[in-house]
């Protein structure tokens, strides 16, 4: 982990692999408080997302998936309808 210090108005730079693309984080504002708030100016094809909500979608599109529906497109992960039959 990389721990940097920045007053309001500086900034930090993230290059990319694209030439000429970068993420450029600014701090707004910090105070006393501890509260910090910043802006991130990247490439629209990048998602942002604070960490809770990250987790939130990660658990939401977990869930989706654990139900017996979601597995009938994928026929060899869905359980079986009926036991098999045992020969005599």
């Known amino acids: 982990m990389l721990i940097l210090s ?4 500086q900034t930090i ?3 990319l692999d ?3 693309e970068e993420i450029v984080i600014t701090v ?3 105070d006393r408080a501890g509260h910090t ?4 100016d990247a490439p629209r094809r990048l998602r942002i ?3 809770e909500l990250l987790e939130e ?3 939401s599109n977990q869930a989706a998936l654990t139900g017996p529906e979601a597995l009938a497109h994928l026929p060899w992960l869905a359980p079986p309808t009926s036991p098999p039959e ?3």
Do not use: F
């Open 49 to 51: 997302l604070r960490s």
């Open 37 to 40: 708030r910043l802006g991130i």
């Open 6 to 9: 920045r007053r309001a108005g």
């Open 28 to 30: 707004l504002d910090a």
């Open 86 to 88: 045992t020969a005599p």
């Open 57 to 59: 979608v990660r658990q």
């Open 13 to 15: 730079t993230i290059a």
């Open 18 to 20: 694209d030439p000429g």
